[in-house]
């Protein structure tokens, strides 16, 4: 047929080939099946092929779907992943499913596996990003914060309000708070919901973790101060994740990166004992992100118990 291998990589984008492309340049269905095997093209979904060696990561799997339908645009925890906002659970991998908007409001099923939201969108709410169509990272916050749920929402939102390092990259703040209110006064429905779920993101979360674990309080009904300034007796500023001030109880969240190194380690060993020393904390409990995540309620037990022995006129030493 005179066809080479270099002519179907031409026919794909982005390393991902649409069968209709290739039948339209001229390959008879049956040859092109043989031929895409032979070569060790992978398949991706129906009428989609991945080029021979391509990761068929979460990028591409968002390739071929937009390539079948290229009105959609990738939104909600897949746009989370492209952007590098971290997910509830760690850093953002985007989720099994993969999630468009159809701003059509049209298409309601693409295939096993994807997930079509039927919402509007205005013209500044989409961007290019490695190769596809995205919503921006106001919408795509704001869109969760619509869908819920609540937890799931706020460590996206805090997460792209400061600096992270997200699958080992650090990377600025994406957005401001400021931007996020105006994207969410779009009335769409549960924007009433997501503006009141708005109120309680904290900027200063450092973490999925501390988010978590500050919203486990607030359902508790617990509301220490977050990212509390002390200073040590040897001059030093010290930032503790959470501080109940008038029981003189520090609540520390390790993350799920943490003692990276053993020089990390040694850090934190020294900056624990320099919060200890601190006139104003009288007990320190630390958790780690496996308590937030899989054992809150044995969490926030013990920080009741200890709020209950350092209520003001109990005497207790650091501990």
Same mark, same amino acid.
């Given at each position: 047929? &005179? ?26 269905? +049956? ?6 095997? /032979? ?63 159809? =701003? ?6 693409? &295939? ?11 013209? &500044? ?72 779920? !708005? ?8 973490? =999925?973790? @501390? ?12 509301? =220490? ?26 609540? /520390?969240? @390790?993350?799920?990166?943490?003692? &990276?190194?053993?020089?990390?380690? +040694? ?6 004992? @320099?919060?200890?020393?601190?006139? @104003?904390?009288?007990?320190? !409990? ?9 054992? =809150? ?23």
């Amino acid at each position: 047929m &005179g066809v080479e291998r270099s002519e179907l990589v031409e026919l794909a984008e982005g390393g991902v080939l649409l069968v209709s492309r290739a039948l339209d340049a001229g390959w008879p269905r +049956r040859s092109l099946s043989r031929r895409l095997r /032979e070569e060790g093209w992978s398949p991706i979904r129906a009428g989609v092929w991945g080029e021979p060696g391509l990761d068929l990561g979460l990028r591409v799997r968002l390739k071929a779907v937009q390539s079948l339908e290229p009105r959609l645009v990738v939104s909600h925890r897949s746009a989370t992943a492209l952007w590098r906002i971290e997910a509830c659970s760690g850093p953002a991998r985007g989720s099994a499913v993969l999630e468009f908007v159809d =701003p059509g409001l049209t298409l309601r099923r693409a &295939g096993s596996g994807v997930r079509v939201h039927r919402v509007p969108l205005a013209p &500044g709410d989409t961007t290019e990003r490695q190769g596809l169509r995205v919503t921006t990272v106001a919408r795509t916050l704001a869109d969760l914060l619509r869908a819920g749920p609540r937890d799931d929402a706020l460590v996206a939102v805090e997460s792209a309000w400061s600096r992270r390092k997200v699958d080992h990259v650090r990377r600025a703040p994406l957005t401001t708070p400021a931007a996020l209110s105006a994207a969410l006064e779009a009335p769409l429905l549960g924007a009433g919901r997501a503006r009141h779920w !708005l109120e309680l993101a904290d900027p200063t979360s450092g973490s =999925p973790a @501390e988010t978590i674990a500050r919203l486990r309080m607030y359902d508790a009904d617990l509301h =220490p101060e977050t990212q509390a300034e002390l200073i040590t007796p040897g001059g030093r500023r010290r930032f503790l994740d959470f501080f109940f001030r008038t029981e003189g109880l520090a609540v /520390e969240v @390790e993350g799920y990166a943490y003692h &990276g190194t053993r020089e990390s380690h +040694r850090r934190d060993i020294t900056r624990f004992n @320099e919060v200890l020393q601190c006139p @104003e904390v009288r007990t320190l !409990l630390r958790f780690t992100a496996e308590d937030v995540f899989h054992r =809150p309620a044995r969490m926030i037990e013990e920080i009741r118990a200890a709020l209950a022995r350092l209520r003001p006129g109990s005497a207790q030493p650091n501990g």
